[in-house]
T-cell receptor, first 114, second 115 residues
Framework: AQSVTQPDIHITVSEGASLELRCNYSYGATPYLFWYVQSPGQGLQLLLKYFSGDTLVQGIKGFEAEFKRSQSSFNLRKPSVHWSDAAEYFCAVGAWSNDYKLSFGAGTTVTVRA | DAGVIQSPRHEVTEMGQEVTLRCKPISGHDYLFWYRQTMMRGLELLIYFNNNVPIDDSGMPEDRFSAKMPNASFSTLKIQPSEPRDSAVYFC?????????????FGQGTRLTVV
């Protein structure tokens, strides 16, 4: 079964600084990988996804993520954060044989300080 | 489209009472998912439907939980009787195809508190 680990529970960054959120997955085959963002009191919104092809994926709101098979990682990055990026971020992995089910990580809460 | 609509947004009930959560998926979406979010267990898939038919309910915690989708535009998740450990945020999501082919669109959730 697939699983996802987000090692950082909480990250604080200054506005304008770069951000990197870590995600490690466990799955025997090529995974389908996603990053979602959840603002307070809201549902989850897809930031980006990786299925195949270019391992550097661009998403909405200026985010990107890089799939590294050798490290079983799919880290999310943003060069310069805005105060509106304060939210909880979830990495998720889907299994090829289970196209309806995503396994979510525990989430990383991002706080942006002025 | 207004997106996935869930009601109520907040629900407080006493232990032992029946609770019904409602979801209206995005029109034209074939798949509907119910998730539960807690601090301890994160996001868990409870059940999902394809064209109104329940496909996998293996995530439903126990028999007190049931879900229905009587038509393409409405689904309910019922807990009877409710217990304090059911307190969580329940999300409904819909997708035009399987989530691996496209994204799942989430509702704003229902925050359930059982006292």
């Amino acid at each position: 079964a697939q699983s996802v680990t987000q090692p950082d529970i909480h990250i604080t960054v200054s506005e304008g600084a770069s951000l990197e959120l870590r995600c490690n997955y466990s799955y025997g085959a090529t995974p389908y990988l996603f990053w979602y963002v959840q603002s307070p009191g809201q549902g989850l919104q897809l930031l980006l996804k990786y299925f195949s092809g270019d391992t550097l994926v661009q998403g909405i709101k200026g985010f990107e993520a890089e799939f590294k098979r050798s490290q079983s990682s799919f880290n999310l990055r943003k060069p310069s954060v805005h105060w509106s990026d304060a939210a909880e971020y979830f990495c998720a992995v889907g299994a090829w044989s289970n196209d309806y089910k995503l396994s979510f990580g525990a989430g990383t809460t991002v706080t942006v300080r002025a | 489209d207004a997106g996935v609509i869930q009601s109520p947004r907040h629900e407080v009930t006493e232990m032992g009472q029946e609770v019904t959560l409602r979801c209206k998926p995005i029109s034209g979406h074939d798949y509907l998912f119910w998730y539960r979010q807690t601090m301890m267990r994160g996001l868990e898939l409870l059940i999902y439907f394809n064209n109104n038919v329940p496909i996998d309910d293996s995530g439903m915690p126990e028999d007190r939980f049931s879900a229905k989708m009587p038509n393409a535009s409405f689904s309910t998740l019922k807990i009877q009787p409710s217990e304090p450990r059911d307190s969580a945020v329940y999300f409904c999501a819909s997708s035009p195809r399987g989530v691996l082919n496209t994204e799942a669109f989430f509702g704003q959730g229902t925050r359930l508190t059982v006292v």
